[in-house]
């Protein structure tokens, strides 16, 4: 039997946006030994029509700032957030200077997730927002 926490996350699924494969790949790891599934992207793009799709049902995006292409993560939670106004999207970066006023109120709000961040971050953050703390 699932410990209470992971049992809480089963069955939800984090759609997980970066351009590095070795970031995607350790997020993806922990969050699914965390009992979420998971579903990574390595671009905006690539994002946006796994979200257009909505199989299966998306509960929260986590997706880097910076990234290549015609979409990065802050027009992505734009599109995402028009289109399904309920589903969150949280961001992390490595790239934003402590002193951007826009990444210190997202990190005062609790939406920003700073590069690099531990397994326990990650998952306390992710836990955070969708009522599973």
């Known amino acids: ?39 990574t992207s390595r671009s905006g793009d690539r994002a946006w029509d796994v979200i ?16 290549p292409g015609s979409m990065d993560g802050f027009t992505l939670a734009e599109n995402a957030r028009r289109k399904y106004t309920k589903l969150p999207v949280v961001f992390m970066t490595g790239a934003l200077p402590e002193s951007d006023e826009k990444a210190a ?14 397994p326990k971050e990650l998952v306390e953050f992710i836990d955070s927002h969708l009522g599973e703390s």
């Open 1 to 39: 039997m699932l410990p209470v926490s992971q049992a809480k996350r089963a069955g939800r699924t984090i759609l997980v946006v970066d351009d590095e494969p070795a970031i995607l790949d350790l997020i993806q790891r922990v969050l699914k030994n965390a009992g979420y599934n998971v579903i």
């Open 105 to 118: 109120a997202m990190i005062k709000k609790r939406l920003l997730l700073r590069k690099p961040f531990s």
């Open 52 to 67: 257009e799709r909505g199989q299966p049902e998306i509960d929260l995006v986590l997706t880097d700032i910076v990234m």
